[in-house]
Antibody, heavy 129, light 107 residues
Framework: QVTLRESGPALVKPTQTLTLTCTFS??????????VSWIRQPPGKALEWLGI???????DYSTSLKTRLTISKDTSKNQVVLTMTNMDPVDTATYYC?????????????????????WGQGTPVTVSS | IQLTQSPSSLSASVGDRVTITCRAS??????LAWYQQKPGKAPELLIY???TLQSGVPSRFSGSGSGTDFTLTISSLQPEDFATYYC??????????FGGGTKVEIK
């Protein structure tokens, strides 16, 4: 059974760095095709994709947030870590991690993925002084 | 690549046929997924590669489309289907963006 669980602080102050951990089981991030993605959702708003890390340690980030985001993995602990610098009240949201699987390399070298098939329950983060 | 969902909300009755549209600003072949999200819960995958039903998802859900225009259809709306639905593009040519969501409410 595949499960993911997010953990981290519920409250951070403006300008601080947020660190969230996604602990997963039921699959390995050393298996070809396996990836973990981070997504967030401000209260009452739409989902926003943040970034992805794959089995080969390749990473990709949201264009608007890439200067503030870092995603890393610890395969021995089955964990993926998201750090977001310079937090602001507009970053208040529920943060999710999800498993996503690569299935095809296009002729131009881009990745095609299946959908995010298993999600964590989400962890709410409030940014306030 | 931007994804535009329409409508942003709709009211429907149990048993109705419901169609939600997702339009991509550039062609994405069939690299599209649909999710359902209920209040206070994480999203759940319904459809991937535009038309493949995720295991365990009822067959009243279907997806179609390719290129820039995609649809999610619920053939006969059930009480448990009242939720918000999102599309997502899944080709790394562009960030894996989501559409703005469509809220399906009870009429």
């Amino acid at each position: 059974q595949v499960t993911l669980r997010e953990s981290g602080p519920a409250l951070v102050k403006p300008t601080q760095t947020l660190t969230l951990t996604c602990t997963f089981s039921g699959f390995s991030l050393t298996t070809t095709g396996m990836c973990v993605s981070w997504i967030r959702q401000p209260p009452g708003k739409a989902l926003e994709w943040l970034g992805i890390i794959d089995w080969d340690d390749e990473k990709d980030y949201s264009t608007s947030l890439k200067t503030r985001l870092t995603i890393s993995k610890d395969t021995s602990k089955n964990q993926v870590v998201l750090t977001m610098t310079n937090m602001d009240p507009v970053d208040t949201a529920t943060y999710y991690c999800a498993r996503i699987r690569f299935y095809q390399l296009t002729t131009r070298g881009y990745h095609n993925y299946y959908g995010m098939d298993v999600w964590g329950q989400g962890t709410p983060v409030t940014v306030s002084s | 690549i931007q994804l535009t969902q329409s409508p942003s909300s709709l009211s429907a009755s149990v048993g109705d046929r419901v169609t939600i549209t997702c339009r991509a600003s550039q062609g994405i072949s069939s690299s599209l997924a649909w999710y359902q999200q209920k209040p206070g819960k994480a999203p759940e995958l319904l459809i991937y590669t535009a038309s493949t039903l995720q295991s365990g998802v009822p067959s009243r859900f279907s997806g179609s489309g390719s290129g820039t225009d995609f649809t999610l259809t619920i053939s006969s709306l059930q009480p448990e289907d009242f939720a918000t639905y999102y599309c997502q593009q899944l080709n790394s040519y562009s960030p894996l963006t989501f559409g703005g969501g469509t809220k399906v409410e009870i009429k």
